[in-house]
């Protein structure tokens, strides 16, 4: 039984040799190494993110390297291919990948791209907060740069000098991707007592989809005050 098994795996060895030097005989070469893989998706800032690089032809398996330039800060490339992390600045980062493959020498293959890390949610005044006699008004704007489209909340709030918060305005919505924008006025029809506030405007996008949330805060350089009449 022994020798048998002994028989088995040695004809096993052979056979996987045989395909082997198949594989990487002038008669069985394979087609071309190449990266598949067009452009990188977008990533957010300070938001997870994940991409799989894709080679073709060659010989597997692939191992993946950074050959010229850098990837952002945050972000890492693992030899399998994947893009991991969570990028620390906005901007454009331009960097060469290098593929090789399992031949012997191996081949290679270079390519040149380019990752955006933009800031996924951005809010700022359409109308910078005002005094109206006993209100406080204004207009926020939201826009979306992320892929999704999102479930959008922002709150506007005053904060008095001892701490105590009125909502101003209120809004759930749909905001769409790539660049899609929100306005929500505030403070119309909120009367506010005589004192100083400072004014707050949060967002929060949510896309259940991809697990994914964004948020964005705002808030004004100098106190509103609602000084009595004399």
Do not use: C
């Not at 906005?90 to 890390?117: A, I, N, S, W, Y």
Request: no cysteine; charged share 20%; net charge negative.
């Amino acid at each position: 039984m022994n020798r048998f098994v002994t028989l088995y795996l040695a004809v096993l060895l052979l056979l996987s040799a045989t395909s082997a030097l198949a594989q990487q005989s002038p008669g069985n070469e394979p087609e071309p190494l190449s990266i598949a893989t067009a452009r990188l998706g977008r990533a957010a800032l300070r938001s997870p993110y994940e991409f799989k690089l894709k080679a073709v032809g060659g010989l597997p398996p692939y191992s993946w390297q950074v050959s010229e330039g850098s990837l952002p800060p945050g972000l890492a490339l693992f030899p399998d291919g994947s893009v991991e992390g969570t990028p620390s600045e906005v901007g454009e980062f331009r960097f060469t990948l290098r593929v090789t493959d399992g031949m012997r020498p191996p081949h290679e293959f270079q390519k040149e791209f380019v990752l955006r890390v933009i800031t996924a949610l951005t809010i700022d005044w359409s109308h910078a907060p005002a005094v109206n006699g006993q209100h406080i008004e204004g207009t926020v704007k939201v826009t979306n740069e992320t892929d999704h489209d999102a479930d959008l909340t922002v709150v506007i709030v005053a904060v008095n000098d001892i701490g105590r918060a009125t909502a101003l305005g209120y809004q759930k919505v749909k905001i769409p991707a790539n660049g899609g924008e929100i306005e929500v006025p505030f403070g119309q029809e909120v009367t506010l007592g005589y004192g100083s506030y400072n004014v707050d405007a949060d967002a929060v996008a949510e896309v259940p989809d991809i697990y994914a949330i964004y948020r964005a805060r705002l808030a004004p350089r100098e106190k509103m005050v609602i000084a009595q009449a004399p």
